[in-house]
């Protein structure tokens, strides 16, 4: 096993996973995937769902990575208690009592460099050294289920972190979702499962497709900047009515399925992130560039089919 890259076998879902009945109901949901430790990304989405009343949010993984410190980390679980939680692959490793070998259970693909693997495996050993210092926290996220299945105004959203098959899947990124083959087999597989909606992550990079009978939404990074544009996170919403400032939608069965743009405190969270992370340490090498200038990637990029941009996007847009 290459640690970082190969993922374990308990990493692989039941074919059942997102069969059974839904957790709770709800008009209004948002799925947040990769935090990252990112306490102004947390304190963004909280003014969003207040503004929202009834809006029900999924976590689905990775909700910690540059969060060193045990208190923050420590803070950001307290806060994380109100949400329904799942496991990524971040909360999986650091919650085995032996070493799994996985590293930071990311399953890279091969086109990732092996410089970028081991700076995660090494970040996934400090996040290991500040678990050790919370008592009882391993086992809290130990106790996170990998799958979810919620029901919105009445149709199923499957919510995991990686894709339906895997917990560190790679088959919801941009490349996966615009096989052919890929496409036909995720309708089956919704078509099985009655699912209308599959809501994931992981992959660091958004994507949407949206397919008859089924969108598939993965929103990157929560506490990272996704675009060339701006410097905020990206989180998933779901609900019978859209957004004003969705950057990109799509409608589908009664349900509108958008990106949200989640504007954080960039100033505050760079200060934590230098304080946690000084120049040349691993996340500094790997992150520090992202979240000062974003990525090379436009909001339409991750537009795979059926998603539409939002009026504020087509308004900024119209003025270039």
Not at 87 to 100: F, K, Q, Y
Not at 213 to 231: Q, Y
Not at 237 to 250: F, M, N
Request: proline fraction near 5%; include cysteine; charge should be negative.
């Amino acid at each position: 096993m290459t640690a970082g890259r190969t993922c374990p076998l308990d990493y692989r879902l039941p074919p059942d996973s997102f069969a059974g009945e839904t957790l709770f109901e709800c008009q209004v949901l948002y799925v947040i995937g990769g935090l990252y430790g990112n306490r102004q990304a947390l304190t963004a989405l909280e003014k969003r769902l207040a503004a929202e009343p009834g809006a029900r949010a999924v976590f689905n993984g990775d909700m910690h990575w540059f969060d060193v410190e045990p208190a923050l980390f420590s803070d950001i679980e307290t806060r994380l208690a109100a949400h329904t939680l799942l496991r990524g692959n971040v909360e999986t490793e650091l919650a085995r009592p032996n070493d799994s070998a996985a590293g930071c259970g990311c399953g890279y693909p091969e086109d990732v460099d092996d410089h970028t693997v081991e700076r995660s495996n090494q970040i996934h050993a400090s996040l290991c050294d500040t678990v050790l210092q919370l008592p009882g926290m391993t086992q809290r996220l130990a106790e996170r289920p990998a799958t979810a299945v919620i029901s919105v105004a009445g149709k199923r959203i499957a919510i995991t972190h990686g894709d339906e098959s895997a917990l560190a899947g790679w088959a919801c990124s941009r490349s996966a979702l615009l096989e052919p083959a890929r496409q036909l087999a995720l309708q089956a597989w919704a078509a099985t499962n009655l699912i209308d909606v599959l809501a994931t992550s992981h992959t660091c990079a958004p994507a949407a497709l949206a397919l008859p009978g089924l969108a598939v939404i993965n929103n990157g990074a929560a506490g990272m900047p996704n675009f060339n544009n701006g410097r905020y996170g990206l989180v998933t919403r779901i609900a019978t009515h859209a957004h004003p400032s969705a950057i990109y939608r799509a409608q589908l069965n009664g349900l509108v399925v958008e990106a949200l743009a989640l504007n954080y405190a960039h100033d505050g969270f760079l200060e934590d992130f230098d304080r946690q992370w000084p120049a040349e340490s691993p996340a500094a090498l790997s992150y520090r560039e992202r979240l000062l200038t974003g990525t090379d990637d436009a909001p339409a990029e991750a537009m795979l089919g059926g998603f539409s941009l939002g009026q504020t996007l087509c308004a900024l847009a119209a003025l270039d």
